[in-house]
C-alpha cells in the first residue's frame, strides 16, 4: 500500500474497533463481547481503513487482531447484516460483498505481519479473517467454523476458497468450506490452520510476544517477505524466481543488509532500522 496521503488526516477514534499502539506494536481488538464480536458494517468498513491507514503511517510494525470476551469473531451479525441483506437489492449486496473481500485484500497486503489471537469461536467471516493473518495463535478453547454453506451461500466467501487450499491443502479446505463442520484446536494444529497453539488463556499473550519479536526485526525484509508469500501464490517457477531476485537486489542496497554486516563483525547485536 502507498505511503502517499491526501488531504485526510489520522483518524482519532474508531468507533467499531479498539486500537492500541505501543512502540511498533498494534492491537486491534473486536470490542462486542455481549455479542461474541459480531461483525456490523460499520466494523468491516472500520478494519479497511484502520489497516489502510497504518500501512501509509508506516509506524507500526506488527499487528495483533483479538477478541474481547468468550471468543474470537462469531462472523457477521445476524441481526445487523444477515437481516438488512434481505431487503437490499443486487448493487448494495455486490458493494457490501466487495467491502468485506477488501478487508482481507488490506490483511493480506499491508506491509507489517498480522498476527490473530485466536480463544473460543471463529466463525464465518471470523474464520476468514483468522485466516487472512500471517500467522495464528490460539489456545485449546478456539474453534474455526466456515459456516457460508450453512445459510444458504457459497463457502468461498472474502477469499477463502482462494486462501484456505494454500494453507490447508484442497482436501481439507473441500471438508471445511462444503460442511460448514466446527474444527477444534487439536484438529485445527495438525492440519495446518493454526501457527502456534498455546495454553488455554494465553492466545492474547503469546500473540503479543510474537508481534513484539516482529517488530523488533528487519521490517522491510518481513514486509518483502509477505509480499513474496502472496504475490508468488499463482505464478510460474521463472517469475518467482525473477522476483526473487529483483527483491534481493533492492534489499542489500538497504541499511539493514548493512547493519547486519557490521552487527557480525562488531560481535553485537544488529541494529535494525526497517530500511
Same mark, same amino acid.
Given at each position: ?18 486500537v ?28 479497511r ?28 451479525d445476524?441481526?445487523?447484516?444477515i ?6 437489492d ?30 473460543? *469461536?471463529?466463525? =464465518?467471516?471470523?474464520?476468514v479473517? $483468522?485466516? #487472512?493473518?500471517?500467522? !495464528?495463535? %490460539? +489456545?485449546?478453547? &478456539?474453534?474455526f ?52 497453539? *498455546?495454553?488455554? =488463556?494465553?492466545?492474547?499473550?503469546? $500473540?503479543? #510476544?510474537?508481534?513484539? !519479536?516482529? %517488530? +523488533?526485526?528487519p &521490517? ?39 547493519e ?16
Open positions: 500500500m502507498s505511503p502517499f496521503t491526501g488531504s485526510a488526516t489520522r483518524t482519532p477514534d474508531w468507533e467499531h474497533l479498539r492500541e499502539r505501543a512502540d511498533g506494536v498494534a492491537t486491534v481488538t473486536l470490542a462486542r463481547p455481549e455479542k461474541l464480536n459480531a461483525l456490523t458494517f460499520g466494523a468491516y468498513a472500520d478494519l481503513d484502520l489497516l489502510a491507514e497504518l500501512s501509509r503511517e508506516r509506524a507500526v510494525r506488527a499487528l495483533v487482531l483479538a477478541g474481547e470476551g468468550r471468543g474470537f469473531c462469531s462472523g457477521g445476524v441481526d445487523e447484516i437481516g438488512a441483506t434481505l431487503s437490499m443486487t448493487a448494495q449486496l455486490l458493494d457490501f460483498n466487495r467491502m468485506t473481500g477488501q478487508v482481507v485484500r488490506a490483511v493480506r497486503e499491508c506491509p507489517f505481519p498480522v498476527i490473530a489471537a485466536v480463544h473460543g *469461536v471463529a466463525a =464465518g467471516a471470523g474464520a479473517l $483468522a485466516l #487472512a493473518a500471517d500467522f !495464528r495463535v %490460539a +489456545d485449546p478453547t &478456539a474453534r467454523a466456515f459456516l457460508f454453506t450453512r445459510v444458504g451461500l457459497s463457502g468461498g466467501d472474502m477469499g477463502a476458497a482462494y486462501l484456505l487450499p494454500r494453507v490447508v491443502g484442497l482436501g481439507h479446505a473441500t471438508r471445511l468450506l462444503m460442511l460448514g463442520e466446527p474444527v477444534r484446536a487439536p484438529e485445527a494444529e495438525r492440519i495446518g490452520l493454526i501457527s502456534e497453539l *498455546v495454553e488455554e =488463556g494465553r492466545a492474547d499473550e503469546a $500473540a503479543g #510476544a510474537l508481534a513484539r !519479536r516482529l %517488530a +523488533d526485526g &521490517a522491510l525484509a518481513y514486509a518483502q517477505t509477505k509480499t513474496l508469500l502472496t504475490a508468488e501464490l499463482d505464478m510460474p517457477l521463472a517469475a518467482a524466481v525473477e522476483m526473487d531476485a529483483s527483491t534481493q537486489a533492492l534489499l542489500m542496497n538497504g541499511q539493514d543488509y548493512a547486519f554486516h557490521a552487527a557480525f563483525t562488531e560481535k553485537r547485536p544488529p541494529k535494525w532500522q526497517g530500511r
